[in-house]
């Protein structure tokens, strides 16, 4: 069974940082893509970035780029997001999600979710 | 980017109903477009790919439709734990984009 746990959501503040984990478990995290989406009430769904099953290629959403990093350790099976200079518009629940077999966009599993609040 | 705008925001209905719930893209998107359900406190599920590929384990009465533009979840009769918000979402090109979400409401 495909399973995906978030943590490091926090409150921080405005310019601050914070690093979000997802632990996989069920299946090769090696061999597939993975995503991070991000949810809030007034903007919905958004799509935050993604890394290659490799970990060669990074792509970004145009609001984080070159604020957030992604990356992953396959060795234990986990992705992260390295979240800096965070504005209060980066107040979401953050969601992994992981890629199906025929497309980085496919969101076939998702985690729970990990809330961060960026406020004074 | 592209918009994905679906139609209606709120629908209330009952159990038994058969309900449509419309996807509109700003561009060409192919057949490349998913729906999600979500419950309140949970994280977006995936019912259906490929514009009418039923994700493993959703039940029958989930279908989908449509290419280019327009696009139609089709749940053909309600049941009690399909209350629930909807969205769709296209993964034809970067980035991907979902709908604003169709909240299905018990009448």
């Known amino acids: 069974e495909v399973q995906l746990v978030e943590s490091g959501g926090d409150l921080v503040q405005p310019g601050g940082s914070l690093r979000l984990s997802c632990a996989a478990s069920?299946?090769?995290?090696?061999?597939?893509?993975m995503n991070w989406v991000r949810q809030t009430p007034g903007k919905g769904l958004e799509w935050v970035s993604v890394?290659?099953?490799?970990?060669?290629?990074?792509y970004y959403a145009d609001s984080v780029k070159g604020r957030f990093t992604v990356f992953r350790d396959t060795s234990m099976d986990t992705l992260y997001l390295q979240m800096n200079s965070l504005r209060a518009e980066d107040t979401a629940i953050y969601y992994c999600?992981?890629?199906?077999?025929?497309?980085?966009?496919?969101?076939?599993?998702w985690g729970q979710g990990t809330l961060v609040t960026v406020s004074s | 980017d592209i918009q994905l705008t679906q139609s209606p925001s709120f629908l209330s209905a009952s159990v038994g109903d058969r309900v449509t719930i419309s996807c509109r893209a700003s561009?060409?998107?192919?057949?490349?477009l998913a729906w999600f359900q979500q419950k309140p406190g949970k994280a977006p599920n995936l019912l259906i790919y490929a514009t009418s590929t039923l994700q493993s384990g959703v039940p029958s009465r989930f279908s989908g439709s449509g290419s280019g533009t327009e696009f139609t979840l089709t749940i053909s009769s309600l049941q009690p734990e399909d209350f629930a918000t909807y969205y769709c979402q296209q993964l034809n090109s970067y980035p991907p984009t979902f709908g604003q979400g169709t909240m299905v409401e018990i009448k």
């Open positions: 890394i290659r099953a490799s970990g060669g290629g990074t």
């Open positions: 999600a992981k890629a199906g077999n025929s497309n980085w966009y496919l969101f076939d599993y």
């Open positions: 561009q060409g998107i192919g057949s490349y």
């Open positions: 069920g299946f090769t995290f090696s061999s597939y893509a």
